[in-house]
């Protein structure tokens, strides 16, 4: 099952080797303006519901490397787009 037709790809679990079914995960890109605001509520989302320090400061890690990308990157950052039909689910 594919999320949509923008991307595609395999990934596998660190933790498990075994490779994650396509409806079990989504894909954001640094470059997409409406990251860093999500991710940043995300986060707070995590502390409000009592998260374990390791996965806030895993988020707070991930906020770097976006902002890290972004920086270097600025000419690449945008607001979101789409062609049409190009996210219709399979």
Known sequence: MRLDFKVHGT??????GLEIP????VVFR???NAVPVMLECYRQTLVE???A???VEAVVALQAR????RR???ERCKVADV???ELRAC
């Not at 990934?11 to 498990?16: A, D, E, P, V, Y």
């Not at 396509?22 to 995960?25: H, I, K, M, P, S």
């Open 11 to 16: 990934l596998i679990s660190n933790k498990t």
């Open 22 to 25: 396509e409806d079990e995960f």
């Open 30 to 32: 640094p470059h997409d």
């Open 49 to 51: 519901q009592g998260a």
């Open 53 to 55: 320090p390791e996965q």
């Open 66 to 69: 976006v902002d890290a990308w």
């Open 72 to 74: 270097a990157h600025s």
């Open 83 to 85: 062609e049409p039909g």
